[in-house]
C-alpha cells in the first residue's frame, strides 16, 4: 500500500538462558516507552522468565506495566528512568546492573521472594536503583513474605525513599543471598518511608542508614543524568516527547 515495503522475518532465538529469554529486548539508546504493557506469561513455578531485558543507555518507561514471576524486569545495563509505572513478580523481579531511578510507581509483590537482585561488582561502579516516592503492595496474606532485596554482586546498591511499603515486606527487610561476607560490602538504604511495612527497629543490623545530606544525591534524576544532559523537556508536538520528571521540578518555597 502507497508503495510501502514491508520486511517480514521469521522469529529466531538469539540466546538462551535468563538473557535471551526476554519477551523484549531493548538494545538501541534512547529508547522510550509510553504506556505500553511488557508480559512473559509463563506461569508461576516456571523459573526465570523476562518480561523486558534493558542492555541499552538512556532508556524511559511512562506509564508501563512490566508483568511477570521470577525475573520480571532484566535492567541489565545503562541509565534507565521509569515514571508512574507498575512492576510485578515475585523472585529478584528487578535485577541486573543498570543506573536506575523509579519515580512514583508501583512495586507488586506477588508471591514470597525477592524485589529486588541489583548485581553491583566493586565500589567503582556508580551503579544502583533508587525508588522514589513507590509504592509497594501485596497479595492478602497472615504474614510477611517479600523481601525489600538481596545482592546479586558484592556491592549491590538499592535506596527505597519516600516510599510506602506494605506489610507484606519482611521485618528484616534484606537478605544476604546466603553470604555473610555481602554484609560488609552491599548499600541497601532506607530513607523517610512509611507504611506497615516500613518499621526500622526489626531490620538487619547491616542495612544503612542516611542522614539528610547522605541521601540528597539519591532524590532527583542528578543520580542518573548528574549532567543534565538527557532527561529534559521537549516540545509535545516534537517526537520523541519527553517528560519532565516529576523530581527535576523547582522545589516548593
Known amino acids: 500500500m502507497g508503495g510501502w515495503k514491508y520486511n517480514v522475518q521469521a522469529s529466531r532465538v538469539i540466546g538462551t538462558g535468563t538473557f535471551g529469554c526476554g519477551t523484549v529486548i531493548v538494545e538501541g539508546e534512547d529508547f522510550i516507552a509510553e504506556e505500553i504493557t511488557f508480559e512473559n506469561a509463563s506461569p508461576k513455578g516456571s523459573g526465570q522468565a523476562v518480561a523486558i531485558r534493558v542492555t541499552a543507555d538512556r532508556c524511559a518507561f511512562y506509564g508501563c506495566r512490566i508483568i511477570g514471576w521470577q525475573d520480571t524486569a532484566y535492567l541489565h545495563y545503562g541509565r534507565h528512568y521509569f515514571r508512574d509505572c507498575y512492576i510485578e513478580g515475585s523472585v529478584d523481579f528487578i535485577f541486573g546492573n543498570a543506573t536506575v531511578l523509579l519515580e512514583y510507581c508501583r512495586i507488586h509483590c506477588k508471591s514470597n521472594g525477592f524485589i529486588t537482585a541489583q548485581q553491583r561488582r566493586s565500589a567503582m561502579e556508580s551503579t544502583g536503583y533508587v525508588f522514589l516516592r513507590c509504592i509497594i503492595t501485596g497479595i492478602e496474606s497472615s504474614s510477611p513474605y517479600m523481601y525489600l532485596g538481596r545482592p546479586w554482586a ?17 521485618p528484616v527487610g534484606w537478605n544476604n543471598w546466603n553470604n555473610p561476607e555481602n554484609e560488609k560490602t552491599a548499600g541497601f538504604f532506607e530513607y523517610r518511608c512509611s507504611g506497615p511495612g516500613s518499621v526500622l527497629s526489626k531490620r538487619v543490623l547491616w542495612v544503612c542508614r542516611l542522614g539528610d545530606a547522605e541521601a540528597e544525591p539519591f532524590l532527583s534524576t542528578c543520580f542518573i543524568d548528574p549532567q543534565q544532559s538527557w532527561l529534559t523537556s521537549s516540545d509535545v508536538n516534537r517526537a520523541p516527547y519527553l517528560p519532565i520528571p516529576l523530581s527535576s521540578l523547582p522545589k516548593k518555597l
Open 154 to 170: 558484592p556491592y549491590a546498591r538499592v535506596i527505597f525513599a519516600y516510599t510506602w511499603m506494605d506489610k507484606c515486606i519482611m
